[in-house]
């Protein structure tokens, strides 16, 4: 922070030689800051101390979008999550077709293209997964696998490693398993 202009901290209180609220005290500079923390205690001071949100550990996925987004809408500098578009425009079979967000399923990589399965069809675009998977909400779509990216709000079921679609069976990579259930809520 004393060589770069930061916009965005999460931070814990409780921290070993210099507790939270202190660092927060000698910053030169005020960033947008969330606090996270397993305990309530802190709350009150962190907010006299002008925090932007205060996060309880276990962190619930959804708080944390609403705290990222009040951050960023204070910052005045990124668009709200609710001003993402909601289509893009690929090109398929030569043809430039919409697609409305919500109709995506899910994304499967083949190889210097990407097949996009919607609740209508199947669209073959190319591209790659990576800025395919950059041009998406990060919200609602997940990579559960090296060669597959799912929206989430679709996802019915979980069998195993796998999430079943009317026609496919997506897998899920073991190492991305773990977030895929934390970002779902697994109860």
């Known amino acids: 922070?004393?060589?770069?202009?930061?916009?965005?901290?999460?931070?814990?209180?409780?921290?070993?030689?210099?507790?939270?609220?202190?660092?927060?005290?000698?910053?030169p500079y005020q960033p947008e800051i969330i606090i996270v923390s397993s305990k309530r205690d802190y709350a009150f001071e962190s907010f006299e101390l002008n925090v932007t949100d205060y996060l309880?550990?276990?962190?619930?996925?959804?708080?944390?979008?609403?705290?990222?987004?009040?951050?960023?809408?204070?910052?005045?500098?990124?668009?709200?999550?609710?001003?993402?578009?909601?289509?893009?425009?690929?090109?398929?079979?030569?043809?430039?077709?919409?697609?409305?967000?919500?109709?995506?399923?899910?994304?499967e990589a083949m190889g210097d293209y990407v097949r996009i399965f919607t609740t209508k069809q199947k669209h073959m675009v190319l591209s790659t997964m990576k800025s395919f998977e950059e041009k998406?909400?990060?919200?609602?779509?997940?990579?559960?696998?090296?060669?597959?990216?799912?929206?989430?709000?679709?996802?019915?079921?979980?069998?195993?490693?796998?999430i079943p679609f009317e026609k496919k069976m997506v897998p899920i990579s073991k190492a991305i398993k773990p977030m895929l259930l934390e970002r779902i809520n697994l109860m």
């Open 1 to 27: 922070m004393k060589t770069e202009n930061i916009d965005l901290v999460f931070l814990d209180v409780e921290m070993p030689k210099l507790d939270g609220l202190a660092f927060i005290k000698q910053l």
């Open 56 to 107: 309880q550990k276990p962190i619930d996925y959804h708080r944390f979008l609403i705290a990222a987004e009040k951050a960023f809408l204070k910052k005045g500098n990124l668009s709200s999550i609710s001003e993402q578009p909601d289509h893009i425009f690929v090109k398929s079979d030569s043809i430039l077709v919409r697609l409305n967000l919500n109709d995506i399923l899910f994304i």
């Open 136 to 162: 998406l909400p990060k919200y609602n779509f997940f990579r559960v696998h090296k060669s597959f990216i799912v929206d989430l709000d679709k996802v019915e079921a979980i069998a195993g490693n796998s």
